[in-house]
């Protein structure tokens, strides 16, 4: 039965996804995203995260937060391009608008006020700022298809600590968004307006109430649960756990430096990379005697999740390699301005990144959206 459950575990049965399986598809398809500077690929890698979240986010207050990360994104780019505006150096020799400036000393190296703009200068600032927004909406795609709570349950043991500071803190921006969409519903409900400053001044404290009552609630629970209690274990091994991780984490900083840095040399990166995040496992593994938490029903970790996972691993492998062997189309150049071109190859490995639309699991009745709830009937 196991065997049966796990080759059909991709599809047949209606489940909870493991979500280490969706922040490994959302964190490759992240680091896609800051290999290229394409704006035809990083919009189909946010595309890509559309898809998948339409497809498999639950029907439940932190699932709705990617509009909130797509908003943020489209805030980002705008930031960017007016501040290579007002400040950035200009480049290229295509000028759109000979604006007045103010000359600046030359240690202020290159930076300016006002002045010309030109489209070279303009085309780099919004390829930039789409290459931020992409990461983000990747980050908010993770934070819509994996559950908080779930994701609490299968960090190690070692890191337990660490892993409620990191979730209640990345469900705090879905938390505001359902709170905001809460009090927005109400005020207009009351027939009061729901635009403009008032509105704003109104929501202000009603959202802040909420954040502290879900703050009280939170370590009345951690309280009663016995959070922070430990095993005892001896001084000499705790030290030795903490110093293996201490190592670990920073052989791990060097080898992932090494790797993403060009005049690094090549032997230094994957090697050193490879020793960190062993050392590491070796100290959260004696760290760990630590905890005497139990699970109830851990999420396995069965055919899907390594389907998903790949995905986006191997996604971010394929940019990596474009990156590295100069692959043309994989950066658009702005000096001078060409128009973007389509690589087969990451085209290809976006395909495979959006499959988890199709492979996840379906999510049981009860927690799927809506609309795809609505479709399931009619059909």
């Excluded at 492998?317 to 190859?345: K, N």
Aim: aromatic residues 8%.
């Amino acid at each position: 039965m196991t065997d049966q459950r796990f080759a059909l575990g991709a599809a047949a049965i209606p489940r909870w996804l493991h979500p280490g399986a969706w922040w490994a598809w959302a964190l490759g398809l992240a680091a896609a995203a800051s290999r290229t500077t394409n704006p035809l690929l990083l919009i189909l890698i946010v595309c890509c995260a559309a898809i998948v979240v339409s497809a498999r986010k639950p029907d439940a207050p932190w699932a709705r937060s990617f509009g909130f990360f797509l908003r943020l994104g489209v805030v980002i780019i705008i930031v960017r391009v007016l501040a290579q505006i007002i400040f950035g150096a200009s480049l290229g020799t295509t000028v759109i608008v000979n604006a007045p400036g103010i000359a600046l000393p030359d240690w202020f190296a290159g930076v300016r006020l006002g002045g010309e703009i030109t489209l070279e200068s303009l085309l780099f600032a919004l390829f930039d700022g789409l290459r931020l927004a992409a990461i983000i909406a990747c980050v908010g795609a993770a934070n819509s298809l994996a559950s908080p709570s779930r994701l609490l349950k299968s960090v190690p043991a070692a890191l337990y600590e660490v892993g409620v500071s990191v979730v209640v803190a990345l469900t705090f921006a879905p938390q505001l968004v359902s709170d905001v969409s809460r009090v927005s519903t109400a005020r207009r409900l009351r027939g009061r307006t729901t635009h403009g400053i008032r509105a704003i001044a109104g929501s202000t404290v009603p959202v802040f109430e909420g954040a502290l009552e879900r703050s009280v609630l939170l370590a009345a629970a951690m309280d009663s649960r016995g959070y922070g209690r430990t095993a005892g274990i001896s001084s000499s091994v705790r030290r030795v756990a903490s110093g293996f991780l201490l190592l670990g984490l920073v052989a791990a900083c060097i080898g992932t430096y090494a790797m993403v840095s060009a005049g690094s040399p090549a032997l230094l990166g994957l090697p050193l990379l490879a020793v960190g995040i062993a050392v590491s496992i070796l100290g959260i593994t004696m760290a760990a005697r630590r905890s005497v938490r139990t699970r109830y029903r851990p999420d396995p970790w069965w055919l899907a999740e390594w389907l998903v996972a790949a995905a986006g691993l191997c996604t971010a492998a394929v940019f990596t390699w474009a990156t590295w062997s100069h692959l043309a189309g994989i950066d658009t150049p702005t000096d001078p301005a060409r128009w973007p071109l389509l690589p087969l190859i990451p085209v290809l490995a976006l395909v495979l990144a959006a499959s988890p639309a199709i492979i996840a699991p379906r999510l049981p009745q009860a927690l799927r959206p809506v609309h795809v709830r609505e479709e399931a009937a009619v059909a």
